[in-house]
């Protein structure tokens, strides 16, 4: 190769190099803000801001969603697998709303401790297959 | 399958269509429009040609 | 350049002259069209009718058989520029800065498809058109990268400056590839991870899989015979006064 492409080759090697340095720290200090949203662990932990609307992920727990009364009021529980919150939501629910099924909300925590979400979102997973074949695989599933 | 429930894709006949549509069109003026211009931009060039050679 | 075969180097050196590309690029054409009207045909037939619905979405789903081929082919695009920039910086190819220039309007066309379309399957499924998550957001920055070279290089009187400008502008976008293909797994976002591209198998059932293989697979042929009508005009513009481009006029007139 010539010297001078060599050269121009290097530079813009050093180029990208410099490049993917900054924008790994300029992402690494965004961190925190590039998060949609919290899990609910780090809510009980505390994590999630107090007196400002934030976003809390999680699924919604089999068994809790009750709607008492006839207005569009909702509570369930949303839990990570480890820690729980108790979410309040009054509004039209998207199609894919359903026990085990993973939300992010929008909304506030109030004194009890309780979310009160303005927004409620689904979140699908990465899995797609034909009806029979999810029913079949949750029935062996379910065998012991 | 009769083609009406097809067309509806189970109440989200807007979505799926729309996305489709718009995907077709995007796709078509990419191709299109390149074509098009060259076709204009060779008469252009040609003419001058003619105009230059007289 | 001793690594390179003579045979190859050649082969390189003939296919770059423009008035070869231009002519290879016309001959190409129709084959390329009949291929990808083949697999369209096949992967839409597949895709929106052999295909069962999905036990979550229902048919809504029938979206990612356009969402997920535009969106791989966004972020593709993007690569095969980054790459034509190094070598028009590099070797001062013309024919590196004549491709990548005429990829960008067909890059922005497949960021714009996977965004609208991507829109329309989340306000039926997540219950929002729009969300500032990080894959949403850095996906949408990427389509300013693409409407960023177009207009740049439109913005520069003499083509050779222009492309010099538009290759350096092309690299530093690079950055973003990666950031948008890992941002699912970096962040929480609600757009959920990767279906295809995990290492273990992928999460889609087959008869799902094969016709998304094969939008995907005719896109990349829609993008061969969108970048070669892109590359015929911008080489004839940048070539009008030359004499192979006076040669075609008189044959063709």
Known sequence: MKPVRKQRLMLIGVMLAVLGAAAYFALKAFNENLMYFFSTSDVVAGKAPANTPFRIGGMVVKGSVERPGDSLLVRFTLSDLSREVQVEYSGILPDLFREGQGIVAKGRLDGRGVFVAEEVLAKHDENYMPPEVASSLKKTAERP | MTLRIFLEMGGYGFYVWTAYGVTLLVLLLNILLPVVQRRQLLRQLSLRQKRGQR | MSVIPAVVNRFFHQTASPPYFYALAERLAPWLTGVFLLLLAAGLYGGLYLAPSDYQQGESYRIIYIHVPAAWMSLFVYVLMAVMAGIALVWRMKLAEVMLIAS????????????????????????????????????????????????????????????????????????????????????????????????????????????????????KFYYLIAVLQNARLELLKREATSQWVKNLLEKTA
């Open chain 3, 104 to 219: 960008a309007p067909i890059g922005a066309g497949f960021t714009f498809i996977a965004l609208v379309t991507g829109s329309l399957w989340g306000k039926p499924m997540w219950g929002a058109w729009w969300v500032w998550d990080a894959r949403l957001t850095f996906e949408l920055i990427l389509l300013f990268q693409y409407l960023g070279i177009v207009s740049l290089y439109g913005a520069i009187e003499d083509r050779r400056a222009a492309a010099r400008a538009v290759s350096i502008l092309a690299l530093v976008g690079v950055v973003n590839v990666p950031v948008i293909h890992y941002s699912v797994e970096w962040w929480s976002t609600l757009h959920q991870g990767p279906t295809i591209t995990k290492l273990d198998k992928p999460s889609i059932h087959v008869s799902m899989l094969i016709p998304l293989l094969l939008m995907a697979v005719a896109f």
